[in-house]
């Protein structure tokens, strides 16, 4: 069976830092890129970061929200991936999911392949991470 | 703000068709780029339920699809049932942004 399950989330103060884990199983983990989310109470989702394959060089993207504060790495020996959050705030209290990703093509105007981004056909159940005094 | 624009709240009464719009703009949706579609049963993950503009998933009922026009796309469900209930998100690429887009999410409720 295909499965995420994250871990490492609970409280922490404000400007305090903390590593989230995803803990994959069921795939080939290193063949996938994995993006983190999150989803603040009573709130839609927010896109927090990825990180590719070791084939598409391990490179990762942030939304500017936690762009130089969140760093995302991956572990395939493990099939783990990781979200470090530095500098918390409170308002990164939310409940955060990782994911598993795959490549949804674009094409230009002439109907020919260029790029991809991802879409995510696999969810964690999540881990809450509350940032408070 | 969500980059992609959903209505906040949909509703229907069992065995009914509802569908949720997803609006997006020229450098989004109308540039070609397929959806995507999530649901979240409350309380739970979300899961995949669209991909592709609309092919479903594995386990995903036909009460589901997808369609895609121009700058917008829609998620129908047919013969709603109660276990229906839940947010859906749609998921595009904005080439302006560089980025996925999502939308801010809808509430379905059976009545």
């Known amino acids: 069976e295909v499965q995420l399950v994250e871990s490492g989330g609970g409280l922490v103060q404000p400007g305090r830092a903390l590593r989230l884990s995803c803990t994959a199983s069921?795939?080939?983990?290193?063949?996938?890129?994995m993006s983190w989310f999150r989803q603040a109470p009573g709130k839609g989702l927010e896109w927090v970061g990825f990180?590719?394959?070791?084939?598409?060089?391990?490179?990762?993207e942030y939304a500017a929200s936690v762009e130089g504060r969140f760093t995302i790495s991956r572990d395939d020996s493990k099939s783990i991936a990781y979200l470090q959050m530095n500098s918390l705030k409170t308002e990164d209290t939310a409940v955060y999911y990782c994911t598993r990703d795959r490549p949804s093509p674009m094409y230009d105007s002439s109907g020919y392949y260029f790029d991809y981004y991802y879409y995510m056909d696999v969810w964690g159940k999540g881990t809450t991470v509350t940032v408070s005094s | 703000q969500s980059v992609l624009t959903q209505p906040p709240s949909v509703s229907g009464a069992p065995g009914q068709r509802v569908t949720i719009s997803c609006t997006g703009s020229?450098?989004?949706?109308?540039?070609?780029?397929?959806v995507h579609w999530y649901q979240q049963l409350p309380g739970t993950a979300p899961k995949l339920l669209i991909y592709g503009n609309s092919n479903r998933p594995s386990g995903v009922p036909d009460r589901f699809s997808g369609s895609k026009s121009g700058t917008s796309a829609s998620l129908a469900i047919s013969g709603l049932q109660a276990e229906d209930e839940a947010d859906y998100y749609c998921q595009s690429y904005d080439s302006r942004l560089s980025g996925s887009v999502f939308g801010g999410g809808t509430k379905l409720t059976v009545l």
């Open positions: 069921g795939f080939t983990f290193g063949d996938y890129a």
């Open positions: 990180i590719r394959s070791k084939v598409y060089g391990e490179t990762t």
């Open positions: 020229s450098s989004n949706i109308g540039a070609g780029y397929d």
